[in-house]
């Protein structure tokens, strides 16, 4: 029943709709499950800890430009500043992180695309899948969120940079339409984004909403399947000890 109201509420949020993607690319494929993408907090540092701990070295090199130790990646994790930047995942049924996109919003002077705007800021967007996840358009509803973020923060240019072997980001990026400059085997790409208004504003806000309650609904019932194990016996830890429910 949660899952079939969620999925009402996606459509009517645009989250399930076919929609023309920029560029002129194609829609998504009807039959791929509906994507929630929820914005992250400091308390989800835990998640994203193991999200991208779990990465295997050619993702982590494809993800950040080099084979990352784990104290690196948790020194990473650490500094993202959620004041300042956007941080945007998928979660699964058992609230581990799919996806996870990580908007940074930098001066224009020290950004490799600066001649683009004319605007003070520019973003710039990275993104990691989790190998189980990747053919299901995670990634590319993850740009989507960024972009739609972008555009209601009155940010025109959205920047990626990344390794040209990157196929899941130059695959966002050609099928959003942007721009590609390629060099030394490095990639560098720029999308123009429109300025908002009241029903982009409003969609950004109702897509949170509903990505908000598929996170309660997963949580509390990861809680209750936990409370059922106490219970019977089945499946606790030795000496009665249970972890805590999830934070968001």
């Keep these: 029943m949660a899952d079939s109201l969620l999925s009402r509420l996606a459509q009517w949020t645009g989250l399930g709709r076919k929609e023309p993607q920029p560029g002129g690319a194609e829609p998504a494929k009807p039959d791929r499950p509906t994507v929630f993408v929820k914005e992250l ?16 070295d050619k993702d982590r090199l494809l ?27 998928v979660y699964d049924r058992r609230l ?15 950004s490799r695309v600066s001649g683009a ?26 740009f989507m969120r960024a972009s739609m973020r972008c555009r209601n923060a009155d940010v025109d ?14 695959h966002i990026a050609k099928k959003a339409g942007m721009e590609i400059h390629r060099d030394y085997g490095e990639a560098d790409a720029y999308l123009k984004i429109q300025p908002a208004n009241s029903a982009t504003i409003f969609q950004e806000a ?16 990861k809680a209750l399947l936990k409370w059922g194990a106490r219970v019977t016996g089945l499946g606790g830890k030795p000496g009665g000890g249970a972890d805590q429910p999830p934070k968001s």
């Design 157 to 170: 240019t959205l920047y990626m940079h990344c390794l040209s072997s990157n196929k899941v980001m130059m």
């Design 63 to 89: 993800r950040f430009g080099s084979k990352l130790s784990d104290e690196m990646v948790a020194r990473y994790v650490q500094n993202i500043d959620f004041a300042r930047d956007t941080v945007f995942g």
């Design 41 to 56: 907090s400091p308390r989800s540092r835990r998640h994203l800890m193991r999200h991208f701990l779990a990465l295997e």
């Design 206 to 221: 109702m897509q949170e909403q509903v990505a908000m309650l598929d996170y309660i609904v997963k949580a509390n019932f």
């Design 117 to 142: 705007t004319i605007k003070p800021v520019v973003a710039e967007f990275g993104v990691s899948v989790s190998a189980a996840a990747r053919g299901l358009g995670v990634g590319t509803k993850l």
């Design 96 to 110: 581990r992180l799919l996806g996870v996109g990580h908007l940074a919003f930098a001066p224009r002077e020290t």
